[in-house]
């Protein structure tokens, strides 16, 4: 409950809970630990995991968003085949199962009723379902089979921020407890990675004053923003543009680089901000490509790089970490953004109108 949770010296609970999430990657890392050191899932989990032909991620609003990152988490170290749905469609619009699913259910409340109507569907078709939440004893993990804990600690702020990057962190550490089940050996240790990134995490969170100026500099009266990314860039974009949405009511879209010359670069127009996302080495020159193409059309470029992929015009660089780690430390320039934006325009940060933090009805 919102008054047992003490705010300290912060104005909102968005803003202390963006700066505890090196904190709960400290803890996640530790509780996933096993008394040697290694990275540990329960047995029944993993065996789920193992018996499965393909993955289904089930979620809604920034769980869905985190689902996208797990996706690739899950198939590139697990080699496991993974879909990600949104509750509320699924529902009525249910894919073709494979024969051996496995349902991972992603809520940070565990309430989410659109969620749970798809848990009751599968549950009756007698499917095995994991559900990842922050709430210990929620509906979606009483109901489940096996439940796998963030360790975040109450998400008071409506709109999302450490539950997120906690979802990211078990997610990671569940893909590479599977594929080292699975004998697929990673040439990275996870443990150390993760640290890296609650390090990267503190570094950005020292930063506010550089995430306010971006803020009053790109946000301050702007009708739109574009957040443009190609692979996990893309579905961090898309958390970004949430992020704004909900907290500061800019239309914000976040979009593939190459899609917007497919539409969206209409909607371009001089001073149109476009926040663009240049932490993967494979896509850098070609999400820079994009970038050029808007700027021809008048947008204003906010280019947000990793350290070894940066060039000149970047307005910020993030500290390096472990390639298919960086959603993890690439949102939270964009969570602070959209605070300092909110904050510009005098909007109620911690509850932003006609949005609620658990949606319990269908
Ligand atoms: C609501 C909240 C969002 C959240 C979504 C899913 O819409 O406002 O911040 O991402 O529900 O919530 P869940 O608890 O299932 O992750």
Same mark, same amino acid.
């Given at each position: 409950?919102?008054?047992?949770?003490?705010?300290?010296? =912060?104005?909102?609970?968005?803003?202390?809970?963006?700066?505890?999430? *090196?904190?709960?990657?400290?803890?996640? @890392?530790?509780? =996933?630990?096993?008394?040697?050191?290694?990275?540990?899932?329960?047995?029944?989990? $993993?065996?789920?995991?193992?018996?499965?032909?393909?993955?289904?991620?089930?979620?809604?609003?920034?769980?869905?968003?985190? !689902?996208? +990152?797990?996706?690739?988490?899950?198939?590139?170290?697990?080699?496991?085949? @993974?879909?990600?749905?949104?509750?509320?469609?699924?529902? =009525?619009?249910?894919?073709?199962?494979?024969?051996?699913?496995?349902?991972?259910?992603?809520?940070?409340?565990?309430?989410?009723?659109?969620?749970?109507?798809?848990?009751?569907?599968?549950?009756?078709?007698?499917?095995?379902?994991?559900?990842?939440?922050?709430?210990?004893?929620?509906? /979606?993990?009483?109901?489940?089979?096996?439940?796998?804990?963030?360790?975040?600690?109450?998400?008071?702020?409506?709109?999302?921020?450490? &539950?997120?990057?906690?979802?990211?962190?078990?997610?990671?550490?569940?893909?590479?407890?599977?594929?080292?089940?699975?004998?697929?050996?990673?040439?990275?240790?996870? %443990?150390?990675?993760?640290?890296? #990134?609650?390090?990267?995490?503190? #570094?950005?969170? !020292?930063?506010?004053?550089?995430?306010?100026?971006?803020?009053?500099?790109? /946000?301050?009266?702007?009708?739109?923003?574009?957040?443009?990314?190609?692979?996990?860039?893309?579905? +961090?974009?898309?958390?970004?543009?949430?992020?704004?949405?909900?907290?500061?009511?800019?239309?914000?879209?976040?979009?593939?680089?190459?899609?917007?010359?497919?539409?969206?670069?209409? $909607?371009?127009?001089?001073?149109?901000?476009? @926040?663009?996302?240049?932490?993967?080495?494979?896509?850098? $020159?070609?999400?820079?490509?994009?970038?050029?193409?808007? #700027?021809?059309?008048?947008?204003? *470029?906010?280019?947000?790089?990793?350290?070894?992929?940066?060039?000149?015009?970047?307005?910020?660089?993030?500290?390096?970490?472990?390639? $298919?780690?960086?959603?993890?430390?690439? #949102?939270?320039?964009?969570?602070?953004?959209?605070? =300092?934006?909110?904050?510009?325009?005098?909007?109620?940060?911690?509850?932003?109108?006609?949005? &609620?933090?658990?949606?319990? %009805?269908?």
């Amino acid at each position: 409950d919102a008054s047992d949770i003490e705010k300290g010296t =912060y104005p909102h609970y968005m803003l202390k809970e963006i700066d505890e999430q *090196p904190a709960v990657i400290r803890k996640i @890392v530790q509780t =996933y630990q096993d008394e040697q050191g290694s990275l540990t899932i329960d047995k029944d989990i $993993l065996q789920a995991m193992n018996d499965a032909d393909r993955i289904y991620i089930i979620a809604a609003g920034t769980s869905y968003h985190a !689902g996208l +990152v797990g996706k690739q988490f899950i198939e590139k170290m697990a080699k496991i085949p @993974v879909e990600v749905h949104i509750s509320s469609e699924f529902g =009525y619009n249910m894919p073709l199962l494979s024969e051996k699913p496995l349902f991972i259910f992603i809520s940070q409340s565990g309430e989410t009723a659109d969620s749970r109507a798809v848990l009751v569907e599968i549950k009756e078709l007698g499917y095995k379902a994991l559900t990842i939440t922050n709430v210990p004893g929620s509906t /979606l993990s009483r109901e489940a089979d096996y439940t796998l804990l963030l360790h975040a600690g109450p998400e008071i702020a409506v709109a999302s921020t450490k &539950a997120y990057t906690a979802q990211l962190a078990v997610l990671a550490i569940l893909a590479e407890v599977t594929a080292k089940s699975r004998g697929f050996d990673s040439n990275y240790d996870l %443990v150390q990675e993760l640290g890296i #990134v609650a390090n990267a995490m503190d #570094v950005l969170c !020292g930063e506010k004053e550089e995430f306010e100026a971006i803020a009053r500099e790109f /946000l301050s009266t702007t009708r739109n923003c574009f957040f443009i990314g190609r692979g996990i860039d893309f579905y +961090v974009g898309l958390e970004g543009a949430l992020k704004l949405k909900e907290i500061s009511y800019i239309q914000a879209e976040g979009f593939a680089g190459g899609e917007l010359k497919h539409g969206t670069i209409a $909607l371009i127009e001089n001073g149109t901000p476009v @926040v663009a996302l240049a932490t993967q080495e494979s896509v850098n $020159l070609s999400i820079r490509g994009n970038v050029k193409e808007v #700027v021809a059309r008048g947008a204003n *470029p906010c280019i947000i790089s990793m350290k070894g992929l940066e060039t000149e015009e970047d307005r910020f660089v993030i500290p390096e970490v472990y390639g $298919l780690l960086t959603p993890l430390i690439s #949102v939270i320039p964009l969570q602070l953004i959209s605070y =300092y934006a909110a904050l510009h325009r005098e909007c109620d940060v911690d509850k932003p109108r006609n949005l &609620a933090k658990s949606v319990t %009805v269908e």
